[in-house]
T-cell receptor
Framework: ETGVTQTPRHLVMGMTNKKSLKCEQH?????MYWYKQSAKKPLELMFV???????ENNSVPSRFSPECPNSSHLFLHLHTLQPEDSALYLC??????????????FGPGTRLTVL | AQKVTQAQTEISVVEKEDVTLDCVYE???????LFWYKQPPSGELVFLIR??????QNEISGRYSWNFQKSTSSFNFTITASQVVDSAVYFC??????????????FGTGTQLKVEL
């Protein structure tokens, strides 16, 4: 595997389910990110981890719970979601060596549908 | 607060036409970085270019060129001789350093480019 991978690619869940999204980066990067992309809205940054420490939580509801067990893996645990949470969830990573200059590398995303 | 505006929601061109995608940004930082990403139908955002605020030289990469104008806070992207494979959503983004590490990208709403035969 190369780059940033995400599983599953598609997920349909009910509002009472609990599920997890997984992201893995094979680039040796130190920072990882979760973004939400809804129709007709800009990409929204949800969480940022740097060296496995959470450094940003963009007022995300507690029904989204991130986990970063090591610098290569990032999870997003989902529980009691709402239909408006249906979106494309994108994971990204960056080297985190040049501050704001680092480009972020994105995975293909998980298309989530909440019924 | 950082803000990126991409006023063009959708652009349709015929193959081989040149097309320019506009990006206007707002920031109070004196040092900042701007990015362009491409999102094909597969969904994965692909990095195209990074530009820092203290380098206003325009850049050309094959059929792609970028025009950074600090005086008008714009970072426009031109595709010369467009091809069907250029059809995608293009995002402009502004970077903000996070004190704990990493950087926060503020994205525009994107421009859907459709290139037809």
């Amino acid at each position: 595997e190369t780059g940033v991978t995400q599983t599953p690619r598609h997920l349909v869940m009910g509002m009472t389910n609990k599920k997890s999204l997984k992201c893995e980066q094979h680039l040796g990067h130190n920072a990882m990110y979760w973004y939400k992309q809804s129709a007709k809205k800009p990409l929204e940054l949800m969480f940022v981890y740097s060296l496995e420490e959470r450094v940003e939580n963009n007022s995300v509801p507690s029904r989204f719970s991130p986990e970063c067990p090591n610098s290569s893996h990032l999870f997003l645990h989902l529980h009691t979601l709402q239909p408006e949470d249906s979106a494309l969830y994108l994971c990204a990573s960056s080297q985190d060596l040049r501050g704001g200059a680092d480009e972020q590398f994105f995975g293909p995303g998980t298309r989530l549908t909440v019924l | 607060a950082q803000k990126v505006t991409q006023a063009q929601t959708e652009i349709s061109v015929v193959e081989k036409e040149d097309v320019t995608l506009d990006c206007v940004y707002e920031t109070r930082d004196t040092t900042y970085y701007l990015f362009w990403y491409k999102q094909p139908p597969s969904g994965e955002l692909v990095f195209l270019i990074r530009r820092n605020s203290f380098d206003e030289q325009n850049e050309i990469s094959g059929r792609y060129s970028w025009n950074f104008q600090k005086s008008t806070s714009s970072f426009n992207f031109t595709i010369t001789a467009s091809q069907v494979v250029d059809s995608a959503v293009y995002f402009c983004a502004l970077s903000e350093i996070l004190t704990g590490g990493g950087n926060k990208l503020t994205f525009g709403t994107g421009t859907q480019l459709k290139v037809e035969l």
